[in-house]
């Protein structure tokens, strides 16, 4: 079946560098798409969401950008901190359904 | 303000065992999905229960059923234990049928040996 997928498993940057992680989705239904941020040991964290509606959108630090045409979904953080190493997941979901589709995840290992 | 809350934080069980698992959902939400997420998998949807009926399911066999209660808390019940249902089961919670934003708790630890 059609899944989300990541292009990098590992990401390793220096601090105060602006990180790029990477998602392709193949469900052409999909238009949620959320960010989440997973420490060891915890649970998924909301980081952002953005609808087909929309290219681009900003939080704290985090921009995510959509591109519909190639079904392309990234994740940018600014001035990267050692406390953003963790593992990103983008997860899709499709209208009519509450529930989430999550790929593997980008592991992202900041060094001081 | 809690937020999800799930208990216990690990477990261990034997093949062939019954587990239960408990969530609490974060205050305002009365939406609950549950998810398995096997070491260095991202998480797979099992079941969402939304006015204490099962609402979607995964991919998931019946050895896999949950309940919602009226406070909307949750369970997930996991029968006859196979080595492969080792995993983190995360709860997530949200509002109304419709799409927000799901909030997950720190998960439970299910080794099975």
């Known amino acids: 079946g059609e899944s989300v997928g990541l292009h990098l498993p590992t990401l390793s940057v220096q601090e105060g560098d602006n990180s790029i992680i990477n998602c392709a989705y193949s469900?052409?239904?999909?238009?949620?798409f959320i960010w989440y941020k997973q420490e060891s040991g915890k649970g998924p964290q909301f980081i952002i969401d953005?609808?087909?509606?929309?290219d681009k959108r900003q939080g704290q630090r985090v921009t995510v950008l959509l591109n519909k045409t190639v079904k392309h979904l990234s994740l940018q953080i600014a001035a990267t901190q050692p406390g953003d190493s963790a593992v990103y997941f983008c997860a899709e979901n499709v209208p009519g359904y509450s529930t989430l589709t999550f790929g593997k995840g980008t592991m992202l290992l900041v060094s001081p | 303000d809690a937020g999800v809350t799930q208990s216990p934080t690990h477990l261990i069980k034997t093949r062939g065992q019954q587990v239960t698992l408990r969530c609490s959902p974060k205050s305002g939400h009365d939406t609950v999905s549950w998810y398995q997420q096997a070491l260095g998998q991202g998480p797979q949807f099992i079941f969402q229960y939304y006015e204490e009926e099962e609402r979607q399911r995964g991919n998931f066999p019946d050895r896999f059923s949950g309940h919602q209660f009226p406070n909307y808390s949750s369970e997930l019940n996991v029968n006859a234990l196979l080595l492969g249902d080792s995993a983190l089961y995360l709860c997530?919670?949200?509002?109304?049928?419709?799409?927000?934003?799901?909030?997950f708790g720190q998960g439970t630890r299910l080794t099975v040996v």
């Open positions: 953005i609808r087909s509606n929309m």
């Open positions: 997530a919670s949200s509002s109304g049928w419709e799409r927000s934003e799901a909030f």
């Open positions: 469900n052409s239904a999909s238009d949620y």
